[in-house]
């Protein structure tokens, strides 16, 4: 059976949650992967109001759609990250320029984030962490090891109680490796989940986007990491470097085509997706295969309804027989 084709609802979070609903059904979509801010989860009204809660499923449900994962992207990076203030768009407005309580306000609505899950039948919660020491990617001034470690020992003491909680709740939390986080690419994913193997609640949300522009080849690390992979993003990027522009954006915004490289609708890019459905056939993943569409040169509606079939036409099934079998000696 397809694994279910679920929508992401993070760049649509400007849609109230019904309307959105509509819309995903509309675009044939079998699910949604629910932002936590926006119009789609109150999280911290949720753990207050069974009705509010009991609302969000009915309305699914009277769209036809299925809800496998609740995102909690921003409020995570609350956590990890600390008096930046691009973390004001994140938060409350009233805690604006408060870091201490901007964190407390993420670390408090992330405890109570598996008992929500829990509560609307959800075991995978998807997002981010933060990072101290995003800052330090390049090393100068001079960057010592015991800077990263420290990075990383953070990274752990604010987030294992919340841990704790998805353990509790027989609940995932699934990190989307992503620059701006603790773990953005190969190595610093292999030295995170190092920290936390004492947490088999601490996976990954494989998403091949994030790796393709800077070198990682998706499939391989998804091989690699499979075992913690506990949700997967459908999402394109695509490399245009010409000679002027790098992979480090240049301070120019998304979609400019000045860009070295830039998100792209599914399909449009240069990730080989036939490769990643083969990895994840070979060890049997049956979750969601959600899009988190992305591409600032193309209409949303029209590019993620594209993305829906563009998913279901890559998702094909194992075999379930060997090739030559009908050829062999009896």
Not at 53 to 79: D, M, P
Not at 211 to 223: A, C, K, M, S
């Amino acid at each position: 059976m397809a694994r279910p084709v679920t929508l992401m609802t993070a760049q649509w979070a400007d849609i109230p949650f019904e309307e959105m609903c509509v819309l995903a059904k509309k675009m044939g979509y079998d699910g949604l992967e629910i932002a936590c801010w926006g119009s789609h989860i109150d999280i911290n009204r949720a753990v207050e109001d069974p009705d509010y809660v009991e609302w969000i499923l009915n309305t699914l449900k009277e769209n036809g759609l299925i809800c496998k994962a609740i995102a909690v992207h921003t409020i995570g990076q609350c956590v990890g990250d600390y008096d930046d203030p691009r973390l004001d768009n994140f938060a409350p407005a009233e805690l604006a320029g408060k870091p201490d309580e901007i964190r407390a306000w993420a670390v408090k609505t992330m405890l109570n984030a598996p008992k929500v899950a829990k509560m609307m039948g959800v075991h995978i919660i998807t997002g981010f962490v933060g990072s101290p020491i995003w800052k330090y990617l390049y090393s100068f001034p001079q960057t010592t090891e015991k800077m990263i470690e420290d990075g990383y020992q953070e990274i752990y003491d604010l987030w294992k109680p919340i841990m704790d909680e998805c353990k509790k709740y027989d609940v995932k939390f699934a990190l989307e490796v992503h620059p701006g986080e603790i773990a953005f690419d190969y190595y610093s994913t292999k030295r995170l989940l190092e920290k936390f193997a004492d947490c088999p609640e601490f996976g990954i949300n494989f998403d091949p986007s994030h790796l393709i522009w800077q070198g990682v080849t998706p499939h391989v690390f998804l091989n690699d990491f499979i075992d913690r992979v506990y949700h997967v993003h459908m999402k394109d990027a695509a490399v245009t470097l010409d000679g002027k522009s790098g992979l480090l954006g240049s301070h120019i915004d998304f979609g400019d085509l000045r860009r070295g490289w830039n998100f792209r609708s599914l399909g449009h890019g240069d990730v080989n997706f036939e490769d990643i459905i083969r990895v994840l056939n070979a060890y049997n993943y049956q979750g969601p295969l959600s899009v988190e569409w992305e591409d600032s040169g193309m209409e949303r509606v029209y590019g993620a309804t594209e993305a829906a079939e563009f998913v279901r036409k890559v998702d094909f099934a194992p075999s379930d027989v060997a090739f030559d079998a009908a050829i062999a000696n009896k």
